[in-house]
């Protein structure tokens, strides 16, 4: 019989919307046999009536409790494990109180506001022995696997740079006012922490995951720009140039390997969303490139170019991997979490905890070189604290 597991929803904004349509869907339809999702429990921190939309607008399976607190589902017995799905400022106040209940944990990215914060979700989790994930569901795509795969392989051989983007085109002045979580210093906002994390994401998966876990190693220099928004003071674009002390994946340690990581709300990786600008991200190796095409958040195609003398033209290969049933596809990092939860595991291998960690560091870094600082509450490591 397949693994079920029963979750508990915290917030009910757009992204737990997307989570909770793809958990709905038949795990069959995408090729799994062995997990399935419940979701026994949804909660608003405003009101129980906005629970109870959620839970009607998406057609949730009835029975599924619907709170007016976070407190009230994460002390849901039924509820197995929690998907953290309010903004990044409160992701360490709600995970902890999800893990102090002794529920396991997805919390959405980016993981907490700083490493300190992230440092205490894991300890915390280890010292209780549960699950806990940062929801970075990039990672999860059979796509991120297969090139991931292709670098370990020496398909391209040694990868000496990554260049990286996620921006997305966005005027702030008209696109959200000054409360908006993109933009507001009191929910964490700004281009770096909502969008960066997967321009990083891209580099941490290719220059640190692709090694053997002992012989990973955290940036030994970071070199940052950031631009702010005016009217709040976040950072509307980011530019990182980020340097690993090895290469990949035969970890020399004669050589550096770097990284371009970039966001920006004002100009777009892709300005006509019809992919004619090129790829996204770029893997270059000794023997050739891996070109990802569409957002960096979810793409669907790839490319291998190998160099001039690793074949002729006709070795160029064009993958193409949709995503299934007009999903979006949050259900594989889902997927992860069953699959962890029915071994045993406090963590995923994919995206271990001290990967999370160093993540949150080099945006730590990049936040300080920026002079970007959020309100002494949300960087907080207090718990439990009232924001």
Known sequence: MPFNLRWGILATGGIAETFVKDLLLDPTKRGVTDVTHTVVAVASSSSKSSADSFVERLQVPAPCATYGSYKE???????????????????????????????????????????????????????????LMEAVWTRYFPLSIQVRHLVQSGAIGEVLRVVSDLSIGEEPETSWDSSHRMVNKDLAGGALLDLGVYALTWVFQILYHTLPRSQRKEPSQIVSHMSKYPQTGADESTTMLITFPTTTPSALSNRTSEAVAMTAFRVATDPDNRGSAGPSIQIQGTKG??????????????????????????????????????????????????RCLRDGKLESDTLPWDESIAIMKVMDEVRKQGGLVYPENIESTVYPLNL
Not at 113 to 127: D, F, P, R
Not at 299 to 323: K, L, N
Request: hydrophobic share 40%; net charge negative.
């Open 289 to 338: 490139h891996i070109l990802i095409f569409g957002p960096a958040y979810g793409p669907e195609r790839y490319r291998v170019v190998p160099s001039s003398g690793s074949g002729d033209p006709a070795t160029i290969q064009d993958v193409h991997m949709p995503i299934p049933g007009g999903a979006r596809g949050m259900f594989w990092e889902a997927d992860e979490v069953a």
């Open 73 to 131: 589902a994460v002390n849901d017995s039924n509820v197995q494990a929690i998907y953290v799905a309010s903004p990044h400022s409160h992701h360490f106040q709600h995970a902890m109180l999800a893990l102090e209940a002794g529920k396991h944990v997805l919390c959405e990215k980016a993981f907490t506001v700083n490493a300190a914060q992230a440092k205490i979700l894991c300890e915390t989790a280890k010292e209780k022995g549960l699950f």
